[in-house]
């Protein structure tokens, strides 16, 4: 049912605008925090992206730790690790998870246990 409601929304973004907010390494990030089991055929379809677009993707954000890949049977299950910083340098370092809190509904949001917990320092 989220996945459904997630295409309905790209849909109409889509019909709206030929442009994007967002990189395809972010729109991948929001597929997998909607759905950590996605195949990546259907990923790729919903972000009209190739499969192979799709495979590097998630290769480039797997090589930088952003996304943890596991076998789950026959497929792969993805876990985002929520504290790692954002490679971009807007003055304030920002976490992933803090964009994606942003950008996808808690409501919709899959439950999962969090892999890696991180100690703050004061």
């Known amino acids: 049912m989220v996945a459904l409601e997630y295409r309905n929304l790209i ?3 889509a019909a709206v605008a030929q442009w994007s907010f967002l990189t395809n390494h972010a729109r ?3 597929c997998i925090a909607h759905d950590p089991g996605l195949r990546l055929r259907d990923m790729a379809a919903e972000l009209g992206i190739t499969e192979r677009s ?3 993707i998630v290769s480039d954000l797997t090589e930088a730790g952003y996304v943890v890949k596991e076998r789950d049977g026959r497929r792969n299950r993805y876990s985002i690790q929520h504290h ?3 490679p971009d340098s807007t003055g304030r370092e920002r ?3 803090e964009v994606l809190n ?3 509904d808690r409501k919709s949001r899959p439950r999962s246990k969090p892999n890696v917990s991180v100690a703050r320092s004061g």
């Open 11 to 13: 849909a109409r973004v």
């Open 28 to 30: 991948v990030l929001l």
């Open 54 to 56: 799709a495979f590097a």
């Open 84 to 86: 790692m910083p954002l």
């Open 95 to 97: 976490t992933v998870g």
């Open 102 to 104: 942003l950008l996808v």
